[in-house]
Every structure is written in C-alpha cells, then in structure tokens.
C-alpha cells in the first residue's frame, strides 16, 4: 500500500559524522519535504523539492544537504556542520508542490553522542 | 518571527465536552490553512484543512474555523475522546506565494476520562 517510508527510525551516530537519513514515497507525489521538531519549536522547515533534480533552502537548512535524482526518494545528509543535530526529523511529501496537505512518513530519531 | 502562533502549549478537556484550539497567522498571503494531530514518535496526520474562500469547515467531529479579518483560525473538537489526546499543529501555506506549510509550535491537548 502507498506511503511514506522513513529509515532507520532511531539513528545513533558519533559527532563529526555525516549521516544520512532515507526517504521513500509510492504515492506519485511531485513535492518532498523535510522538516525537523525539536520540543517547544514545533516543525521546522529544512529543505523542500518540487520536482526531480531540483530542491530550496528552508528556514533552517545550515549543516544539510539533500538530493532529488528520483521522484520517490529525498535523502537528507546531516553533515558535520550541523552543530545541534540530535532531534526527531520528519520527511513529507505532496501530490502538487506547495499549497497543499503533505502526507508525513513516521520519523527517525537521531541521536548524536 | 514566528508567522503561524499557538499560544496555547498545553489544553486539557473532560472527555465528552468541546475542545477549542486556537492558533493565529500573521502572513496575510496564506490561503490555505491545515490541522495535523501527532502522537509521541510518528509522524503527523492531517486532520482538516479550510481554503480562505471558506470561513467553516466540518468533518464529523472536528471543525475548522476561520477569520481572515483577525487571522485567526480554530479547531473544535465535539464530543472529545480520551483517544484525541494529542499534539495539534496549525500550519498555513500560500498558493499565490509559492510557500511550503508553515508550522505552529503546536498545542497538546488531553481529554481527562
């Protein structure tokens, strides 16, 4: 069935490492999203895409980077340069870019040590 | 500066009454507003949304609100269940303005058995 699909869910990396986290989506959506909670910050922004090899900057995109080579993948590598990057990151996708309801995959949690 | 606000961290509720959750909007190029209901380690789910066309919406239990003259926006609940216990995020997009969802901090809500 059709969804979005997070990987690892929990992520444990030491610090100074880049990492990347993994997201898939079967929906035939053109948009992908991925934005990071933190307690008390609600959702934030990281970057976004609104079609294959193309993506922006959100409001919070310092220390990532991602890539969109296909429709239904938008990895997100958090780099060494991210200097708090322990939180709880949520990929989104939607069937038109923009101005409209994004469907969230189930999250993974990544714990820096 | 904050453009989506839920001034209200926390709301709690005896099971069967109304529950009133508000959030305001300062971007007045939004035109589309949403609600996400999250539980602890997944991913968010849509709930309802409302076009700035429209000042109500209702889907079974829930309800969305809307004034566009005070930007602000409310989701009620009627009857509240002990399963609505949740974080409730308001997010708001614009068609014309070419923006991804913008999030509030969210509002956790708890309906007492």
């Known amino acids: 069935d059709g969804g979005i699909t997070q990987s690892p869910k929990y992520l444990f990396r030491k610090e100074g490492q880049n990492v990347t986290l993994s997201c898939e989506q079967n929906?035939?959506?053109?948009?992908m999203y991925w934005y990071r909670q933190d307690p008390g910050q609600g959702l934030r922004l990281i970057y976004y895409?609104?079609?294959?090899?193309?993506?922006q900057k959100g409001d919070i995109a310092e220390g990532y980077s991602v890539s969109r080579e296909k429709k239904e993948s938008f990895p997100l590598t958090v780099t060494s340069a991210q200097k708090n990057p322990t939180a709880f990151y949520l990929c989104?996708?939607?069937?038109?870019?923009?101005?409209?309801?994004?469907?969230f995959g189930q999250g993974t949690r990544l714990t820096v040590v | 500066d904050q453009q989506v606000k839920q001034n209200s961290p926390s709301l709690s509720v005896q099971e069967g009454r109304i529950s009133i959750l508000n959030c305001d909007y300062t971007n007045s190029m939004f035109d589309y507003f949403l609600w996400y209901k999250k539980y602890p380690a997944e991913g968010p789910t849509f709930l309802i949304s409302?076009?700035?066309?429209?000042d109500k919406n209702e889907d079974g239990r829930f309800t969305v609100f809307l004034n566009k003259s005070a930007k602000h926006l409310s989701l009620h609940i009627v009857p509240s269940q002990p399963g609505d216990s949740a974080v409730y995020f308001c997010?708001?997009?614009?068609?014309?303005?070419?923006?991804?969802?913008?999030f509030g901090k969210g509002t956790r809500l708890s309906v007492i058995a």
């Open positions: 997010a708001a997009a614009s068609n014309s303005g070419n923006t991804p969802l913008v």
């Open positions: 989104a996708s939607s069937i038109r870019p923009l101005g409209t309801e994004a469907f």
């Open positions: 929906l035939n959506h053109d948009a």
């Open positions: 895409s609104q079609i294959v090899n193309d993506f």
């Open positions: 409302i076009s700035s066309i429209k």
